[in-house]
């Protein structure tokens, strides 16, 4: 049983990295987990996935921190994205939006095949440019009604989905959805967390 654990950068797993003595590396081999950090966005999600993403891997977890429209969950709690929309793969029409699914080139949305009973269950949304403007959040909001917006997350589970590897994502909320405003982030305690998750579940699941 071999797991995958795919981040976007090293800094959102410093922990991880630290309790399992681990290299400073991009792409980390051991004997019952690897780690794939695949740099921002989903391009880079992408091409790393692309090279190292395998059969022999039972699990596909992605982790990070994330943005989140929702304010009744708190930050630097730990969610769990059962479903991901790249939110801006599509067309304009004047004012109107249409996704690449209603344009008829494929689907736009995909979910987990993995869940975590102990973890909140949220939607979340894949972007290019994270949101900081009342326009843009509100538009994005009617469109989707994302609780969560990250620039991986749907990436992953599209490989993981089209390579028929089960696939589970889990954010830690670092910072709600809003006008820019890095003074109202809590990108450490976000961190902490998610990096405190992921060695108990590396842990629990390779024991």
């Known amino acids: 049983m ?11 797993l410093g922990k991880v990295f ?18 794939l950090i695949t740099g921002v966005g989903m391009t880079a999600t992408a091409f790393a996935l692309g090279q190292h993403l ?3 891997y039972n699990l596909v977890v992605n982790i990070g921190i ?21 939110a801006e793969l599509g067309a304009e029409n004047h004012d109107e939006f ?19 009973a102990d973890l909140p269950m949220v939607k979340g949304i894949t972007v290019n440019k994270v949101h900081g403007n009342s326009d843009s959040i509100a538009k994005i909001e009617q ?6 917006e990250s620039m991986e997350g749907a990436a992953v589970f599209y490989a993981c989905n089209t390579s ?18 890095k003074e109202n982030w809590q990108i450490g305690l976000a961190i902490k967390n998610l990096n405190n998750w992921v060695i108990d579940f590396l842990i629990n699941y390779t024991t």
């Not at 797991?3 to 959102?12: F, P, Q, R, W």
């Not at 630290?18 to 780690?35: S, T, Y």
């Open 54 to 56: 395998n059969n022999g």
């Open 66 to 86: 994330s943005g989140s429209f929702d304010k009744n969950i708190p930050l630097g709690s730990l969610v769990n994205i059962y479903m991901d929309t790249f």
């Open 18 to 35: 630290e309790h399992f003595n681990l290299p400073d590396e991009n792409f980390v081999q051991q004997a019952k987990f690897d780690i």
């Open 164 to 181: 028929n590897i089960p696939c589970l994502q889990v954010r830690s909320i670092s910072n709600y959805v809003e006008p820019r405003n």
């Open 98 to 116: 249409i996704t690449i699914y209603e344009l008829g080139f494929g689907n736009n949305t995909f979910k987990a095949s993995y869940q975590l």
């Open 2 to 12: 071999k797991l995958l654990v795919v981040a976007a950068t090293k800094a959102e």
């Open 143 to 148: 469109r989707f009604n994302p609780q969560t």
